[in-house]
């Protein structure tokens, strides 16, 4: 016998520091939220929160890592800057990723905001209309 068959929502109960989600986009909208009890949410694929998921964590107190950060890791490997050699990909990766996230840690507004605004303010530089709405699913 596998055990007890419950609701699919019930793989995010319990306590816990950190959890990673990232199954689908989406797969923390806000009725997962209400019933998470984190730390700290760290998205493992693009787009794995919703913006009223973000909402009610940060109500609840939860940091929500943005996941444009948490995932960006590959981007260097795709468009090396100092070298192509995975070592130095690697600490370019570590280096700039820890940078941007130390930025928008303490932010008031939460780290995926002030990462989302980070954004926005570097987009600026070079267009002159910003896309409609943050970085986040439906």
């Known amino acids: 016998q596998l055990g007890d068959v ?9 306590e816990v520091d ?3 989600a990232g199954s689908k986009t989406g797969v923390v ?3 997962v939220a209400e019933k998470l009890s984190i730390g700290t949410l760290v998205p493992a694929t ?16 939860t940091t929500v890592v943005p996941d444009f950060l948490a995932t960006a890791g590959p ?12 070592a130095t990909i690697e600490a370019d990766a570590v280096s700039s990723i820890t940078a941007a996230l130390h930025e928008v ?27 409609f709405g943050r970085p986040m699913a439906p």
């Not at 419950?6 to 319990?14: D, R, S, Y």
């Not at 913006?51 to 009610?56: D, G, I, M, Y």
């Not at 981007?75 to 995975?86: C, E, K, L, S, V």
């Not at 303490?106 to 926005?120: F, K, N, Q, S």
């Open 6 to 14: 419950a609701e699919p929502w019930k793989v995010f109960a319990g």
């Open 18 to 20: 950190v959890l990673f």
């Open 29 to 31: 909208d806000h009725t």
């Open 46 to 61: 693009p787009l794995a929160f919703t913006a009223k998921a973000l909402a009610v964590l940060r109500r609840a107190g």
């Open 75 to 86: 981007i260097f490997a795709m468009w090396p800057g100092t070298g192509d050699d995975p």
């Open 105 to 131: 840690a303490d932010h008031p507004d939460g780290p995926t905001l002030a990462a989302c605004y980070r954004a926005e303010a570097f987009l600026s530089t070079w267009q002159d209309e910003l896309p």
